[in-house]
């Protein structure tokens, strides 16, 4: 009994092991059938760990050359279209609303004011036509060395016995037969600057003081010198425009809020501090009536300009404002003339046309080729885009007077140049994204 016993475990064991390498056959079997019907998922995009901070993220697939090409010669004609629109609509207004200052102040030549901005104009076409063919990112080189040549030249400025004054500000060089701005090209540089910071600290945008340094002494510096030169509006451009780089790059919520919220306060202590500037918020732009001929005269004359022009306009070439009545109706309040002349039609006809603007420099800064054009073209698109709020909300009363030209309209060598090179920066942006793929340093998208 014990052998037979022995003999029937045996033959148990025997069968129990040939059941089991059945059973892993099968299920191996099995395995194989699954990994052949099962699709295998794609490699983990190697640029999303880059590319994770952008609000403005790149499309998400890889589009062929032809439709890159056909996507750039799409947003190069909506912004040379709308941008090329308000330089023509901005010479024949100046010529307009120019016209009786330049005869009064140029013997009698009513023409001057055009002629100078017909030669601007020139220059900076033929300025932007060269950028725009160049590779977006020698502005990482260039930048920082605009930046520093306008903050000297900014110093110079703000002093009495060097700077020219105007209006309160001390914001001009006089050079004999050019007068330049050296905050316009700050805003430039600040730009090519900022942009160059933030993709380099790509991977470090959550840690506060990998965001703030050198980003936030180097801002600070520009603003000081901008305050130097009792120049509050062009100083809240260039804060504007780093905070719209910055969300444009997706750093926290919280950290942007307390920027915007730091440059605020700073901003009505600013406008506290300063009898000039108090007068300009609490009296000019929040009571303007109450002393209609002292501090509120430019923005009530303003706003009767563009209440005459009613829906068609007066006509172009008959403003009566500009007749000594509308103080800077060729620069800074040209739009009220534009109101006046051309009606609401043609003051919304402007609006729409900045905003067709924005949005092809949106289009270009979301098809990019990598984080730093994309940072540059929201820098660019941002600074335009804050300045011509700011000076179209001032003179229809939304905003208060800042002394902000209407960027490509309002008259002024330095500011139409300085901002035609940006339209410029923003078409080289958009060239890049439609040439083929190069093997170059840092040519991969989300770099």
């Not at 901070?53 to 998400?60: D, M, Q, S, T």
């Not at 023509?88 to 120019?98: C, D, E, F, N, W």
């Not at 990482?140 to 105007?166: C, D, E, N």
């Not at 470090?204 to 936030?216: F, I, N, R, S, T």
């Amino acid at each position: 009994m014990p052998v037979a016993e022995r003999t029937q475990g045996a033959s148990r064991a025997k069968s129990s092991t040939t059941a089991k390498a059945k059973t892993s056959k099968a299920e191996a079997a099995n395995a194989t059938t699954t990994d052949a019907t099962t699709p295998k998922r794609p490699p983990a995009d190697t640029t999303s760990g880059l590319a994770r901070h952008l609000r403005l993220v790149p499309a998400p697939h890889r589009r062929g050359a032809a439709e890159a090409k056909r996507v750039a010669r799409r947003d190069l004609a909506l912004l040379g279209g709308s941008a090329g629109a308000l330089t023509v609509v901005g010479l024949v207004m100046v010529l307009s609303a120019g016209s009786v200052s330049a005869a009064q102040g140029y013997g009698g030549n009513s023409f001057w004011y055009f002629q100078r901005q017909v030669l601007y104009a020139g220059l900076g076409i033929g300025a932007a036509i060269v950028v725009a063919r160049l590779s977006p990112r020698i502005w990482k080189h260039l930048g920082i060395w605009i930046l520093a040549g306008a903050t000297v030249l900014m110093a110079i400025a703000a002093r009495p016995t060097s700077g020219t004054s105007l209006y309160g500000a001390s914001r001009w060089i006089d050079l004999g037969p050019v007068t330049i701005q050296p905050s316009e090209f700050a805003k430039l540089g600040l730009v090519a600057v900022a942009a160059t910071i933030l993709t380099n600290k790509w991977s470090k945008l959550d840690e506060p003081m990998q965001l703030l340094m050198p980003l936030g002494p180097i801002v600070l510096l520009v603003g000081l010198l901008g305050i130097a030169q009792r120049d509050l509006g062009t100083t809240l451009i260039l804060g504007g425009l780093v905070l719209v780089m910055l969300f444009t790059a997706g750093i926290r919520m919280r950290y942007l809020l307390f920027a915007a919220g730091a440059g605020v306060l700073g901003a009505m202590v600013l406008i506290v501090g300063e009898t000039y500037r108090r007068t300009r918020f609490f009296d000019a732009w929040l009571n303007p009536w109450a002393d209609r001929q002292g501090n509120g005269y430019q923005l009530i004359q303003g706003l009767i300009a563009i209440g005459s022009g009613g829906w068609l306009g007066t006509g172009l070439g008959t403003s009566r404002a500009k007749w000594d009545f509308l103080p800077n109706a060729h620069s800074d309040f040209i739009y009220a003339v534009i109101g006046e002349e051309l009606g609401l039609l043609g003051a919304l006809a402007v609006l729409i046309a900045f905003g067709v603007l924005i949005y092809a420099g949106v289009r270009i800064a979301l098809h990019a080729r990598g984080t730093f054009e994309r940072l540059l073209a929201a820098g660019v698109i941002g600074w335009i885009g804050l300045q011509a709020i700011v000076n179209m909300g001032a003179v229809t009363g939304l905003l208060p007077i800042t002394g902000v030209p209407l960027p490509l309209v309002s008259f002024g060598g330095t500011a139409l140049v300085v901002t035609l090179v940006g339209v410029g920066m923003l078409a080289s942006v958009a060239r890049d994204a439609a040439t083929p793929a190069r093997t170059r340093r840092g040519s991969a998208p989300g770099r």
